[in-house]
């Protein structure tokens, strides 16, 4: 009898070892969710910090020498300027994940500011076929940003396109930011100004929705950023 309670009190010790481990495990599994939103919310910052000072001060000069020769397509610079600030702001304090549509709301804002800036040499081409899935919010805007700054701008009056399109599989959600612009040579991506902050785009895809990124460029033909995310545990 006393060899059964021992065999007892031994079982029951070593239960309340593993259950003590089991809430540690899961307290510091808590924290590592907690410090991921932190290092989320920090790179969103240095993206922003990143991509906002040249398009700002470029769009502040456009609508100030605008506006003495076309007041009207000044207004609809301003509207769209201020719709883009506003909802980057919006996404800076969203939560880890957004729905599309609000980003494609911001993407739409800054195109239009840059249409009207860059005129002819920038066409925009869209093709939205599926908007209903979850985004870490200021991913897929750098890459049309950066197709803007980096592929058709440096084309000078010859400009080019900027293409953006969704669709959906069975598996995934997918979304490309296509240009003709001036392309790079492979390997030359993390030389580039902002690529801290595409290198934190890659890191929140793939840990905050278990999606992956895949950049191709030519020089001279241009770049294609595709970007898909797995429709699984929405």
């Known amino acids: 009898m006393e060899a059964k309670e021992k065999d007892f009190h031994t079982l029951q010790a070593a239960y309340d070892d593993i259950e003590a481990k089991r809430k540690q495990i899961a307290a510091m599994d808590q924290k590592i969710r907690q410090l991921e939103v932190q290092v989320h919310t920090t790179y969103i910052h240095c993206m922003q910090s990143q991509i906002q000072p040249h398009f700002l001060y470029n769009t502040l000069s456009s609508i100030r020498t605008v506006i003495k020769i076309d007041p009207d397509r000044a207004y609809d610079m301003l509207y769209d300027f201020t719709?883009?600030?506003?909802?980057?702001?919006?996404?800076?304090?969203?939560?880890?994940?957004?729905?599309?549509?609000?980003?494609?709301?911001?993407?739409?804002?800054?195109?239009?500011?840059?249409?009207?800036?860059?005129?002819?040499?920038?066409?925009?081409?869209?093709?939205?076929?599926?908007?209903?899935?979850?985004?870490?919010?200021?991913?897929?805007?750098?890459?049309?940003?950066?197709?803007?700054?980096?592929?058709?701008?440096?084309?000078?009056?010859?400009?080019?396109?900027?293409?953006?399109?969704?669709?959906?599989?069975?598996?995934?959600?997918?979304?490309?930011?296509?240009d003709n612009g001036v392309g790079f040579a492979a390997g030359e991506i993390g030389k580039k100004s902002d690529a801290v902050g595409l290198v934190n785009l890659l890191y929140?895809?793939?840990?905050?929705?278990?999606?992956?990124?895949?950049?191709?460029?030519t020089i001279?033909?241009?770049?294609?950023?595709?970007?898909?995310?797995?429709?699984e545990g929405e």
């Open 204 to 217: 929140r895809i793939e840990h905050l929705v278990n999606g992956k990124i895949e950049i191709e460029s």
């Open 83 to 178: 719709a883009y600030l506003r909802g980057s702001l919006k996404l800076l304090s969203a939560e880890s994940r957004i729905k599309f549509d609000e980003e494609l709301k911001n993407i739409q804002a800054y195109l239009n500011v840059e249409k009207i800036r860059l005129g002819k040499r920038l066409d925009i081409r869209m093709d939205i076929q599926d908007s209903n899935f979850m985004i870490p919010p200021l991913t897929i805007q750098p890459l049309v940003e950066n197709a803007v700054k980096h592929g058709v701008f440096p084309k000078g009056k010859q400009g080019g396109y900027v293409a953006v399109k969704t669709w959906q599989t069975d598996e995934y959600h997918w979304i490309s930011v296509a």
């Open 220 to 231: 001279g033909d241009g770049t294609l950023a595709t970007v898909k995310i797995p429709k």
